[in-house]
């Protein structure tokens, strides 16, 4: 499910910065080789900081509310997890920056890319579906930075988490060795053609260098079925978080039954509420000893920053469709937020540390 599509030349203009205290938390964006995408990978990392650096404030725009770091802050001394983070169809790795300094606060170390082809400015249905383009992206960021003579030394390589949302969940569920299902994924969009993923691969249009363009319409049943059905496990992987995770319907159960990683999923929505897209209960449920949580007054876009005043007026003049900042008959964006970090960093302290 996508989480939108629309956040693109925004998400680059920043609003005046305040002067704020020295913060904890340490931000870097660093490149990552990754041979499968011809490119490095853009990707940022929080950590557990010492003093220095600068003040920034991460993700902040004329949408989006940041949240603050200390850019290029030397990494405090000692002995780290790592969580990888994956976001939703159509955003970017800054849009869970709310949720990465609070887990490097409590010391962890933080990282997650802007995954190419489903990012914002950068988005097309057809790589919408390519899972494991994404899946090798953090397989890739494991390596990078467990071998990297600066974090090498800061990071457990038996501690190593995910953290995904929306098409990051589906990411994050292939990671810990489910497997997507084309059939039944096909069938779930054929039958659910309001879903926003769905109507997503009809649109005929994408987004490629901030600009809308022409994209084709993307047939599920013709697409490639073996790397759409591959295994792409890693091993490395030792707990999953996974927050309305996109394909909930398409995982087939033999291959969630063979699940051994800790697993937590969280669906944004009060009980009747969730959309089938990302419904997970189910799911969880053939996954040996997974937990899963609701979080009322929720729904699929309370995941993303908390947004300013006047954003959804501002989205809706121009042209967003998509309901990001729209709060009615929600709880306010921060509670859910609070709701969401504490079983977050829960689950990743009972099973990371």
């Not at 000692?78 to 969580?83: D, R």
């Not at 974090?151 to 489910?178: M, N, R």
Request: charged share 20%; with cysteine; glycine share 10%.
């Amino acid at each position: 499910m996508r989480s939108t599509h629309f956040l693109l030349a925004l998400s680059l203009c920043a609003t005046a910065m305040p002067v704020f205290a020295a913060d904890p938390v340490g931000i870097v964006t660093v490149p990552v080789v990754s041979p499968e995408r011809g490119k490095d990978l853009s990707v940022t990392v929080w950590y557990p900081a010492a003093e220095g650096g600068s003040d920034t404030l991460v993700g902040d725009n004329r949408i989006f509310t940041g949240a603050p770091a200390r850019r290029d802050a030397p990494l405090l001394r000692g002995h780290f997890p790592l969580v990888l983070i994956s976001h939703g169809s159509g955003s970017r790795a800054e849009g869970m920056a709310w949720i990465a300094a609070q887990l490097a606060e409590k010391g962890f170390i933080v990282a997650g890319p802007d995954h190419p082809g489903t990012t914002s400015g950068d988005s097309t249905p057809i790589a919408t579906p390519r899972i494991w383009e994404r899946t090798q992206d953090l397989t890739n960021i494991i390596t990078a930075m467990t071998t990297s003579p600066k974090w090498q030394l800061a990071i457990d390589p038996g501690k190593i988490g995910v953290l995904g949302f929306s098409l990051g969940g589906s990411t994050g569920l292939e990671l810990i060795g489910a497997r997507a299902d084309l059939p039944t994924y096909a069938d779930y969009c054929d039958q659910n053609t309001q879903m926003m993923d769905c109507q997503w691969f009809a649109g005929g249009f994408g987004f490629v260098d901030g600009k809308r363009v022409a994209s084709p319409v993307v047939h599920l049943r013709d697409f490639d079925k073996a790397h759409f059905e591959q295994s792409n496990f890693d091993p490395r992987i030792a707990s999953a978080v996974l927050v309305d995770p996109g394909l909930a319907t398409s995982f087939q159960a033999d291959s969630l039954r063979a699940i051994r990683v800790p697993t937590t999923i969280i669906n944004l929505g009060s009980p009747g509420g969730v959309p089938v897209a990302v419904y997970s209960y189910k799911l969880s449920a053939e996954i040996p000893g997974a937990h899963y949580h609701q979080i009322p007054g929720a729904n699929h876009f309370s995941f993303l920053p908390v947004c300013k005043p006047g954003a959804q007026d501002l989205l809706s003049e121009l042209g967003d469709v998509d309901p990001i900042c729209d709060g009615k008959g929600l709880r306010d964006r921060a509670e859910v937020h609070l709701d969401a970090a504490n079983l977050i960093i829960e689950a990743f302290e009972a099973t990371l540390k």
